[in-house]
């Protein structure tokens, strides 16, 4: 068990609808970084946050967003969606990664949401 | 631009075999962070190693090594006397000082029969 908790583990939606991905980080671990895995892209980057605060954006589409809460857990929303947004979702978390970090942080990742859009 | 690219998608190996897993990487930075992790069947990355840009001594951890060389940009990952529980994907990462990303390469899938 990494420390990372994510729920839910598997999710199966239809096209058009909205969902809700949760994410505890490991304790003491102020940021959380959520990744995509498919089988066509890999695994991709789409946003980290600091302590609350948005710290990096990679390829995350305008229907996605997310959000750290001040008891440090996250959640990616993801809407309108396609049957391309079917992937695994992957959470995870260090314990820097703020405005003075140096890009060392080892990640400890969670178990993962499947989503599946029908 | 960052960029991290594996060149072997999948790697089939007889137990016991020694086995290097490829990583070539771009980085226009002077300081970077080199990573690999390994996602076994269960599907949870697991972190195996990171290495900074100014550190090029190689590393040994038990049956892993890895070689980093800045000259080829690359920083290779050999299992010696690979085991069937090797068996997993494997992705080399990047993420450079002045970014927090990390980046990820499209990964190796490793099979080691018995």
């Known amino acids: 068990d990494s420390g990372v908790t994510q729920t839910p583990k598997h999710l199966i939606t239809a096209t058009g609808q909205r969902v809700t991905l949760r994410c505890s980080p490991r304790s003491g671990d102020l940021s959380v970084y959520w990744y995509q895995q498919s089988l066509d892209q890999g695994l991709q980057f789409l946003i980290q946050y600091y302590n609350g605060e948005e710290r990096a954006k990679g390829n995350i589409l305008e229907r996605f967003s997310a959000q750290q809460f001040p008891d440090l857990h996250s959640e990616l929303n993801l809407s309108s969606l396609e049957l391309g947004d079917s992937a695994l979702y992957f959470c995870?978390?260090?314990?820097?990664?703020?405005?003075?970090?140096?890009?060392?942080?080892?990640?400890?990742f969670g178990a993962g949401s499947r989503l599946t859009v029908l | 631009a960052q960029k991290v690219t594996q060149a072997q998608t999948e790697i089939s190996v007889v137990e016991k075999e020694d086995v290097t897993l490829d990583c070539v990487y771009e980085?226009?930075?002077?300081?970077?962070?080199l990573f690999w992790y390994k996602q076994p069947p269960s599907g949870e990355l697991v972190f195996l190693i990171r290495r900074n840009s100014f550190d090029e001594q190689n590393e040994i951890s038990g049956r892993y090594s890895w070689n980093f060389q800045k000259s080829t940009s690359s920083f290779n990952f050999t299992i010696t006397a690979s085991q069937v529980v090797d068996s997993a994907v494997y992705f080399c990462?990047?993420?450079?000082?002045?970014?927090?990303?990390?980046?990820f390469g499209a990964g190796t899938r490793l099979f080691v029969k018995a």
């Open positions: 990462a990047l993420s450079e000082a002045v970014k927090v990303k990390t980046i």
């Open positions: 995870a978390s260090s314990a820097t990664g703020g405005r003075l970090s140096s890009g060392a942080n080892v990640l400890t």
């Open positions: 980085t226009r930075d002077t300081t970077y962070y």
